[in-house]
């Protein structure tokens, strides 16, 4: 449901407030077809609860519409009833936008159901070829490339911070498509983040509580605010969706954090991993 900012001289079902009952959804399936290069959209099925709309579809009286972005790459596609669409590989990256719209085939005379809602008054409408008379809003799309992991290390970029710095304490910037972790290092011979993080002789997950949780975190704080939309086309932010969808988050920003990690709780690995390091020999 679109939110009441949004309005048009006519009901218009998606918009909150226009229909008293009823939703219109499209969902679809994203494949790759490896020989053209080309992403490819199919299986696109219409979803409408609102029985008047529902009929004026059936009836061909109205066209589905998608409209198809990709930020990144500042493609658009606008789409006219749709079977199956192709997008070149080389022209999407990471996420698409998909918006759908039903409008009028044609010129409809009496616009009129007793489902529209009462701030209409049982107005009846007369509409002109390409009126919207319902939409979905915008819905973000995952898209990684074939041969790219959306991994959660993918992410994060490293920083030392330098001894001339105003701020010598650990901090994060969001404003890149990877978190940069500005880290602090008062040793001379060795440097925390490339020692810890070592496989052979560091301690990954302690890295991982010391410096992946406590950006996770914030990057969560952000991710929950309403008001920081900012952020919402950076890759961290796209990859955090995907790897933690919101029907999986907590309202707690810490617990999210540690539940990107699906190998185990942090601490937990920290811990062992210590134990192993250092009384196992």
């Not at 008379?133 to 992991?149: D, F, H, Q, W, Y």
């Not at 301690?203 to 991710?223: G, Q």
Request: proline share 5%; net charge negative.
């Amino acid at each position: 449901m679109i939110p009441g900012n949004i309005s048009m001289p006519h009901p218009v079902l998606g918009i909150n407030g226009d229909m008293k009952e009823g939703a219109f959804d499209i969902s679809f399936v994203i494949k790759v077809d490896k020989s053209s290069r080309e992403y490819v959209i199919k299986d696109i099925n219409v979803t409408l609860t609102n029985p008047y709309i529902g009929q004026l579809y059936n009836e061909k009286k109205l066209q589905l519409i998608l409209k198809i972005g990709c930020t990144p790459t500042y493609k658009t596609w606008t789409v006219v009833d749709p079977i199956e669409i192709r997008l070149p590989e080389n022209e999407i990256d990471l996420l698409l936008e998909v918006e759908s719209f039903l409008i009028t085939a044609d010129k409809v005379d009496d616009y009129f159901d007793k489902t529209f809602g009462d701030v209409f008054d049982e107005d009846h409408f007369q509409l002109e070829k390409g009126d919207i008379v319902a939409l979905t809003g915008s819905k973000k799309v995952m898209i990684p490339k074939e041969n790219e992991k959306a991994s959660l290390g993918s992410i994060f970029r490293f920083k030392k911070i330098t001894p001339e710095s105003d701020h010598q304490e650990m901090h994060f910037e969001f404003d890149e498509d990877q978190i940069v972790i500005n880290y602090p290092s008062a040793n001379r011979d060795y440097d925390p983040v490339t020692l810890l993080f070592d496989k052979k002789q560091g301690m990954p997950y302690m890295a991982l509580s010391l410096y992946i949780i406590p950006a996770l975190t914030e990057a969560f704080r952000i991710r929950m605010d309403e008001e920081e939309k900012s952020y919402s086309e950076n890759k961290w932010f796209t990859i955090l969706e995907s790897i933690l969808p919101d029907s999986e988050m907590s309202d707690d920003a810490f617990i999210n954090a540690q539940r990107t990690i699906k190998t185990g709780l942090p601490l937990n690995m920290a811990f062992d991993e210590f134990i192993n390091k250092n009384l196992r020999g």
